[in-house]
């Protein structure tokens, strides 16, 4: 579950589908890596999708994408996005990560997407350990994080507080890594831009607990 509730997110999706991308040369690079590493067989989950715009992009180097967000009004958006660009091999669902099915053995997906999400949930841990679950051992997990260092550990947060910003948990770089390892992920690519403060980390599932 995310910090905010749903009704925040349903407000703030139209608005937030016109938004510019804030640094287009560090998504296209996430988005270049990403697409090196998967194939035409590959399953992958994307959890707090948005409004669809990553899902979208990843399609056709894929087999399927099962894509979730629990804003109604994201995924609706999501959803008219494939509509007008005829894709056919994304889910669209409205749906909390930690209420989306864990999937059996034979099921389970060869990558996960967490774009701009594991800072916003309210239990790191639990978000992780579901992640782990829900991967192939040896599959990845793709995510970018907002991490907080210096002042922003304080100006964020308190933005957030007075409803100028999402409401974000406060991480490192090196907590995230930490937390990550703790759950049986190896740490497959460690990227941060000079000018973000979103690190960008590839995490590939061991066998933790199968």
């Keep these: 579950m995310l910090i905010h509730p749903p009704r925040f997110w349903n407000m703030m999706a139209r608005s937030y589908a016109r938004r510019p991308v804030g640094n287009q040369a560090a998504y296209e690079y996430k988005l270049d890596f990403t697409a090196s590493h998967l194939s035409s067989q590959d399953r992958l989950l994307e959890i707090g999708c948005g409004t669809g715009t990553t899902a979208l992009i990843h399609a056709p180097n894929v087999a399927h994408i099962d894509a979730i ?12 996005k494939a509509k007008e660009q005829d894709v056919g091999n994304v889910n669209f669902e409205v749906s909390a990560f930690d209420c989306w099915p864990i999937p059996v053995k034979d ?23 579901r992640v782990s679950n829900s991967l192939k051992e040896g599959g990845l997990l793709f995510s970018s994080t907002v991490c907080l260092e210096g002042v922003e ?47 960008f980390i590839v995490a ?3 066998a933790r607990r199968r």
């Design 204 to 206: 590939r599932n061991g």
């Design 69 to 80: 967000d629990y804003s109604s009004e994201m995924i609706s958006i999501a959803r008219e």
């Design 153 to 199: 550990k304080y100006a964020i947060p308190a933005l957030g507080a007075i409803g100028l910003l999402p409401k974000i948990r406060v991480l490192t770089q090196e907590i995230l890594v930490e937390r990550m390892l703790a759950f049986g992920f190896s740490i497959e690519h460690n990227w941060r831009p000079e000018n973000g403060s979103a690190a």
């Design 107 to 129: 099921q389970k997906y060869d990558a996960v997407l967490a774009m701009s999400i594991l800072h916003l949930v309210l239990d790191l841990d639990a978000t992780l350990d």
